[in-house]
């Protein structure tokens, strides 16, 4: 049997690259708007 596989095209890696990047970028600002209110609720804030 023959395990090897062809790459996938440049565009389609980058694309996923990108669509990880944003993905991250989004979780990253969802956590940091919950700790705002979280913090914001607590009195934290100015």
């Avoid at 596989?5 to 389609?12: C, E, I, L, R, V």
């Avoid at 969802?30 to 979280?38: E, P, Y």
Wanted: charged share 10%; aromatic share 8%.
């Amino acid at each position: 049997m023959d395990h090897h596989q062809t790459p996938g095209s440049w565009p389609k890696r980058l694309g996923w690259l990108v669509l990880i990047w944003a993905a991250s970028v989004l979780a990253l600002g969802a956590v940091a708007l919950a700790f705002r209110l979280i913090m914001n609720m607590a009195g934290l804030t100015a």
